[in-house]
């Protein structure tokens, strides 16, 4: 009996100091989702970075910026307003949540995917941000076809959306952010789009424009 309660007050010391180990870990991971309502897709330095350019944000403009990042099927139609209301207690005021839905059905027939909403807390805050350029910030990063999955694109499309939201509530106020990032991706598009202009003006030329000139150049020297 005498072991078993030594065993018993053992397992209780090794718990308590497991514990105490644990519960900076436990509060850390707290204090970096404190942008992250719902978080079912950001991995943890991502959510560090959200976390720094929303702190920041914070403190020079006092609007805050949220995010819902949800693996959750939602059905075509869904309204996407009537859901943020389930999170406007843990909400501060003024702010603007930012959901991201990869999975969210856009159109059934055609088994298209993907929802962004940005619902701003007034009429006021909604003028403080471009609503197309937040949200073409993630559409442009998962959209690209290349060799990267799904969830790093989720991953580079969040910030890179986030991070333009809080670059333009700054704005808004005059005020300058030193922790976000540049839209570098926008500038890669760009660059993108003229060299495939140019590579099919080089083909025109080449192909088409320059025999006809061609010709036409010899029918006049032969006149």
């Known amino acids: 009996m005498n072991k078993a309660k030594l065993g018993a007050t053992s397992f209780k010391g090794v718990f308590a100091i497991l514990a105490l180990c644990l519960l900076p870990l436990l509060l850390n991971a707290e204090q970096l989702s404190t942008h992250l309502i719902r978080n079912d897709l950001v991995n943890l330095e991502a959510s560090k970075l959200i976390d720094t350019i929303g702190q920041e944000l914070e403190e020079k403009t006092g609007v805050h910026a949220y995010i819902v990042a949800t693996n959750e099927h939602f ?17 501060s005021k003024p702010y603007v949540l930012f959901i991201f839905a990869p999975y969210a059905t856009i159109i059934a027939k055609a088994q298209e995917r993907g929802r962004i909403g940005i619902i701003p807390s007034s009429a006021d805050v909604k003028k403080m941000y471009d609503y197309d350029k937040v949200r073409n910030a993630a559409i442009e990063v998962v959209a690209l076809k ?36 540049p839209d570098e991706m926008g500038l890669m598009l760009t660059i993108l789009r003229v060299l495939v202009y140019t590579g099919t003006l080089i083909v025109l030329w080449i192909f088409i424009f320059r025999p006809m000139w061609l010709k036409m150049k010899s029918r006049q020297m032969d006149e």
Do not use: C, H, M, W
């Not at 869904?78 to 909400?91: D, G, H, M, T």
């Not at 694109?153 to 990032?181: C, H, M, P, R």
């Open 75 to 91: 059905p075509e139609r869904f309204n996407l307003v009537e859901y943020s209301k389930q999170y406007e207690a843990k909400l």
């Open 146 to 181: 290349d060799s990267n999955t799904d969830e790093a694109k989720f991953n580079v499309g969040i910030v890179q959306a986030y991070s333009e939201l809080a670059d333009e509530l700054a704005q808004a106020k005059g005020i300058k952010l030193t922790n976000t990032i």
